[in-house]
């Protein structure tokens, strides 16, 4: 959890507002039981073109999934809610955002009629020539201890 940053360019290339880029974010984050079965999962993957000194979101995809049955403990989970934000997608800015945020409950984790919360937090920033993806799990609620989570993510850039 926390924040990755990744430089695009670096030294006289990171002046040069003359190339473009395109630059691709995505991340995945997700609550797990404890035998390490899916049971909410929160994805956003962006996309935007660069010189560098500004930028362009190109387009932003986004999923909330929970997982209705699961096999061995009998728990079912849904989607409570979510929500998005984003930079205009018509012009270049220097500071360029897509975030997302979802938010999920169990309310019979072990047939105990206990409610269990887990929100994802994904949120993607351009700044010029450097990327930041913040993400973060939190979990409350009755058995919140026994759940476990990960962060994957993928970052890529070239020329255009």
Sequence with gaps: MGTKSAIIASGS???NCG???R???????RT????GINLAET?????????????????VSR???ANPDTIFFSTYWFVIGSSNSQSPRTTYYPWTWADT???YQNDNFLDNNQSTWASHTIEFTLSQNIAYLNRRIVR???FKRFLSGDLLENFFFYQI
């Design 13 to 15: 290339e990171a002046g």
């Design 23 to 29: 630059i691709h974010l995505w991340a995945k984050t």
């Design 32 to 35: 797990e039981d404890p035998l």
């Design 43 to 59: 994805e956003q993957a962006a996309a935007w073109n660069s010189n560098l000194c500004q930028n362009r979101l190109l387009g």
């Design 101 to 103: 945020y979802g938010y």
């Design 19 to 21: 190339r473009q880029w």
């Design 140 to 142: 409350t609620g009755y």
């Design 63 to 65: 999923d909330h999934w």
